[in-house]
């Protein structure tokens, strides 16, 4: 953190069975591990105009989507982080409420301060989850639920552009990061568009290996929504029944103005949400 003579110095934390507690080290130096034993970094810059709180709770925001404030961390209490790291009180205090508002941080009495989870932020992009999870440091992992061939339905054929009851590949899977469930992913694509693997598509994304296949990815067209979880679909997800959760409606085009794939996805609204850029229009 950079205190008064704007030296940087690491946030000292202790391995305490799963948790990481700030503590204090001799000689004005503080130095220590995560709970995933990296070096914690903080830093703020005193000259520019962004608030100093904000500053603080966007490296914490950042450390935890990137797990090095893993799950059941514990940060020090206000009054010893902000006279280790130079602070006022009532900035680390903002800092901390702020992440506590967005559900990254709770207040536990008795226990102190503790990271619940980090939040998956994408990009409305065309983009693979599992290469968003993984450029953010998330440790993207998939189980394949089903990987099978059946007839297209109605909707299916409507979307993929081949006749209702023709074969088609369609795949379920759950997307996990940081070992926890972020997603339910249900793909229908053309037979014959690419070799599908149930070992393949649990190592990595599915547009990774539809590049890889020659396909090349164009546009997409996509509608999302929200509404309460379903019994099974909280389960898979483990959420409680009725839980928030957001909807995506994907069709991915090629090259070639080809449907190559159609998505109906699941997301925990916990865990999970998009990002827009706005623009005006001239």
Not at 54 to 60: A, H, I, N
Not at 143 to 164: K, T
């Amino acid at each position: 953190m950079v205190c008064q003579d704007n030296r940087t110095s690491p946030l000292p934390v202790k391995r305490t069975r799963d948790y990481a507690r700030p503590v204090s080290k001799p000689a004005g130096r503080v130095e220590g591990r995560t709970a995933g034993n990296a070096s914690l970094q903080l830093g703020v810059d005193r000259s520019s105009p962004v608030p100093l709180y904000y500053q603080l709770s966007r490296q914490l925001e950042e450390a935890i989507e990137q797990g090095k404030l893993a799950p059941g961390s514990l940060l020090g209490n206000e009054i010893d982080l902000a006279g280790r790291l130079g602070l006022s009180r009532p900035t680390v205090r903002q800092a901390i409420q702020s992440l506590v508002d967005k559900g990254l941080l709770v207040r536990r009495r008795g226990v102190g301060t503790q990271v619940v989870h980090s939040q998956v932020k994408r990009p409305l992009e065309l983009s693979s989850l599992y290469d968003d999870l993984e450029s953010a440091g998330q440790r993207p992992a998939t189980h394949v639920l089903h990987n099978v061939l059946e007839p297209a339905s109605a909707e299916v054929a409507a979307m993929l552009g081949v006749a209702e009851g023709a074969d088609v590949h369609r795949v379920e899977r759950l997307r996990l990061a940081h070992d926890e469930p972020v997603a339910y992913l249900r793909n229908h694509l053309p037979v014959g568009l690419l070799p599908l693997e149930t070992a393949d598509m649990e190592a990595t994304g599915l547009y990774k290996l539809m590049r890889n296949a020659g396909v090349t990815l164009h546009s997409a067209r996509q509608a999302i929504g929200a509404r309460a979880a379903t019994a099974a679909e909280a389960a898979r997800l483990g959420e409680n029944e009725g839980a928030p959760v957001l909807t995506m409606a994907r069709t991915t085009y090629d090259d070639m103005g080809r449907a190559v794939e159609y998505g109906s996805h699941i997301y925990r609204a916990s865990r999970y949400s998009f990002e827009f850029q706005l623009l005006v229009r001239s």
